[in-house]
């Protein structure tokens, strides 16, 4: 009997594509509880590092004239943020970038330190022997450590900028070898550009500026009627109480606004109520808070504060307001997540709640034009809505 003939297959013409195949990865061993603890406190402290830098930026950037905006724009933001997801870590924005600077700052300043003796000692030896050899060695000296310790921190920026970066020691040959390469400018342009980029400039300063005119729109009235009680009393009782009734509202729709972007938001009276309707008590909260935390301030405001320590007290401004705009932020966010009002009896406790901060707040504003140094001008400089700008006088 005949076998039966066994088919064979063609010979293949086209290599078989195996880009296709899922690429295999090796498990990656777990964390023992001492490197989870190690990097935990690790994060945690690189946090409040970042948390302390972010401050210190905003309060530098509150002591310039234009960079004002953009820190009120700052806290419109965090107050955003908390109202559209209720989270009060939410109002922390850009820790992490701020403990990058900060960090890459302090290795900066620490790097300078001693360059700056080396200055001291240089500009002695100068003034006792002008030309003579040992002035001479502190001033090569003196160029030569400059020259690497720039060197050492332009490497340590284009690898990252952490403070680990700085605390290599090869820093200088391996930017003399990038530059080799070629590609250097390229990156480091690049690179700049997107941290740039990453800083959203100009949307905190647009989101400042607006934010400022909608809350200036309903102070400006009661203010300056207020500032003509000098002169007619009747005025000023009238400028008090319309102060009153607008400090009811301008710390929510200015969280209103940071929520929505939308500038008509400084006009939704009855939309900010409603949501007052259903979380009445921590929007009393929230006022006793903002007002509250504010009225300490106006004690700055009795004698100008040199220049130098202008930022210092950015600092404070920052302490004290910050907590208010996230207490704002989370309490619009409790009324916008209920879909039911609360009890009469809660919204009537809220609202009697808020009459002795209110009724505070009002007679320090009336009092700050006859302590501050500014006068009645004084009565316009809100800190508590507007901009950080009470503290320096830029003449």
Request: charged residues 15%; glycine residues 10%.
């Amino acid at each position: 009997m005949a076998s039966a003939a066994i088919p064979v297959a063609p010979p293949l013409l086209v290599e078989p594509d195996f880009e296709g195949e899922v690429p295999v990865v090796m498990p990656i061993a777990p964390k023992n509880l001492f490197q989870r603890v190690l990097g935990s406190v690790g994060s945690a402290v690189g946090w409040a590092f970042g948390v302390a830098a972010l401050f210190l930026g905003l309060s530098v950037l509150a002591a310039v004239p234009l960079g004002q905006f953009l820190a009120l724009g700052h806290l419109l933001e965090a107050s955003g943020r908390v109202a559209r997801t209720g989270r009060i870590r939410d109002g922390f924005i850009g820790v992490r970038t701020a403990a990058l600077f900060g960090g890459a700052a302090l290795a900066c300043a620490v790097m300078w330190l001693p360059l700056y003796f080396m200055s001291l000692q240089a500009e002695a030896a100068r003034i006792i022997d002008p030309s003579g050899r040992l002035a001479r060695q502190w001033e090569v000296g003196l160029t030569v450590f400059a020259v690497a310790f720039a060197l050492h921190a332009a490497g340590a920026l284009l690898r990252g900028g952490r403070i680990r970066h700085f605390l290599n020691p090869i820093n200088v040959p391996w930017l003399a070898y990038r530059a080799c390469r070629g590609g250097l400018y390229t990156e480091a342009r690049d690179r700049v550009w997107n941290t740039v980029v990453g800083l959203r400039v100009p949307y905190y300063f647009w989101l400042g500026v607006r934010g400022f005119a909608g809350a200036f729109l309903w102070l400006a009235c009661p203010l300056l009627l207020l500032g003509l009680g000098h002169r007619y009393w009747f005025v000023g009782v009238m400028g008090a109480g319309l102060l009153a009734c607008v400090v009811l509202y301008v710390p929510f729709m200015q969280v209103r606004f940071a929520r929505t972007h939308r500038f008509r938001a400084f006009f939704e009276v009855l939309k900010v109520r409603q949501v007052y309707r259903r979380a009445p008590l921590a929007f009393a909260l929230a006022l006793w808070a903002h007002l509250l935390f504010a009225m300490p301030l106006y004690l700055l405001k009795i004698e100008l504060i040199p220049r130098d320590l202008v930022f210092l007290e950015g600092l404070v401004f920052l302490l004290f307001i910050f907590p208010a705009r996230v207490l704002g932020g989370w309490a619009y966010a409790r009324g916008a997540r209920r879909p039911e009002p609360r009890l009469w009896l809660a919204r009537w406790a809220g609202r009697f709640a808020v009459i002795p901060v209110v009724l505070a707040y009002v007679f320090a504003v009336w009092v700050s034009q006859h302590i501050g140094w500014q006068g009645v001008s004084t009565l316009y400089e809100q800190h508590a809505f507007l901009l950080p700008v009470p503290f320096v006088a830029w003449k």
